[in-house]
């Protein structure tokens, strides 16, 4: 039998490590592979198709790793294959990563907006239900996932490409250790430490030091605005489902740079917001979560949400 201390997340993980090495043998192949869905490189995208006679709801995947790293098959074979139990398909996401010059924010997020608007003109030939769509990741995919979620719509319906024509807008969100906001100085105040000094945070916005990053132009602030999900949240919004696993404590002043960056207070903060604006939102701390499955919960959650679009 597993044991845990401190941390349910530990054990969590643990325990999933276990599932995914039982289960290895049914690892799923995704049904379309790597599939282009725009011009860049890293423009790519896996579809799982679920066994379904009719449209079946989308589950949408968006890895994580500080948006300079990471892969969309980091995905969990459990995920898609609870996913397709409940009948529903998944896809996994690549985009492009920040450099600190050419690419940086929002570019992440307009990928992954454009992939939601190809999966979408896909939907009668992937037998998919664009009503239907649901996002979710970790970190920096949570971060897109959310962003995605509570921004506004960006289709263009005047658009000659088609693909654009699509909406952006989605059901329902689940995050792990997502950020509400990429500003830096508003992280500073939420998290204390040293969090808003994480490598990412600068080649993001392509800034060179701590100082520009703190006292920020016009223009400057107003991207900080534009790429931080929580500063779009309206009442329209849809449901959101956190789950941090990151010590629910004060981070010391010494502590190294970008550490933290996962803390609780951002979904506390979310959590604050959304209560407010009344919009269904649940909140998970994995050293809470003893006796529960949050990644099943997940599922359970975007299932729920799917069932409700009539």
């Known amino acids: 039998?597993?044991?845990c201390g401190r941390s349910a997340f530990v054990c969590w993980v643990f325990l999933a490590l276990l599932v995914n090495l039982a289960g290895a043998q049914q690892k799923p192949t995704p049904t379309f592979a790597d599939f282009a869905y725009g011009p860049a490189e890293r423009n790519?995208?896996?579809?799982?198709?679920?066994?379904?006679q009719r449209p079946t709801p989308l589950v949408v995947y968006i890895h994580g790793g500080g948006f300079v790293g990471g892969d969309k098959s980091s995905i969990r074979?459990?995920?898609?294959?609870?996913?397709?139990?409940?009948?529903?398909s998944v896809a996994a996401l690549n985009y492009r990563f920040v450099d600190?010059?050419?690419v940086k924010f929002p570019m992440p997020q307009l990928d992954c907006a454009r992939a939601l608007q190809f999966l979408r003109s896909r939907a009668d030939e992937w037998n998919t239900d664009p009503r239907r769509v649901a996002c979710y990741g970790g970190s920096a995919g949570a971060g897109i996932s959310m962003w995605l979620a509570f921004h506004e719509d960006l289709a263009q319906p005047d658009s000659d490409d088609a693909v654009a024509r699509q909406s952006t807008r989605i059901v329902a969100v689940g995050t792990m250790g997502g950020q509400g906001t990429y500003d830096p100085i508003k992280i500073k105040?939420?998290?204390?430490?040293?969090?808003?000094?994480?490598?990412?945070?600068?080649?993001?916005?392509?800034?060179?030091?701590a100082e520009e990053a703190l006292h920020p132009s016009k223009e400057l602030q107003e991207l900080y605005d534009e790429s931080s999900a929580?500063?779009?949240?309206t009442a329209d919004d849809p449901p959101l489902y956190m789950?941090?696993?990151?010590?629910?404590?004060?981070?010391?002043?010494d502590s190294p740079p970008g550490k933290f960056i996962h803390h609780p207070n951002f979904g506390k903060q979310l959590k604050?917001?959304?209560d407010k604006l009344g919009i269904e939102n649940t909140y998970i701390h994995t050293d809470d979560a003893n006796g529960r499955d949050p990644e099943a919960e997940m599922m359970q959650f975007f299932e729920r949400r799917f069932e409700a679009v009539r």
């Not at 074979?77 to 529903?88: E, F, K, L, S, Y």
């Not at 929580?230 to 949240?233: A, D, R, T």
């Open 1 to 3: 039998m597993v044991t």
């Open 44 to 52: 790519v995208l896996d579809f799982y198709q679920a066994e379904s």
């Open 77 to 88: 074979p459990r995920m898609v294959r609870m996913a397709h139990d409940a009948g529903i």
């Open 100 to 102: 600190g010059t050419d």
């Open 189 to 209: 105040e939420l998290i204390g430490g040293r969090a808003w000094e994480h490598p990412s945070i600068f080649k993001i916005y392509a800034v060179k030091s």
């Open 230 to 233: 929580i500063m779009h949240l």
């Open 243 to 253: 789950i941090y696993s990151e010590p629910d404590i004060v981070p010391p002043a």
């Open 272 to 274: 604050r917001e959304m």
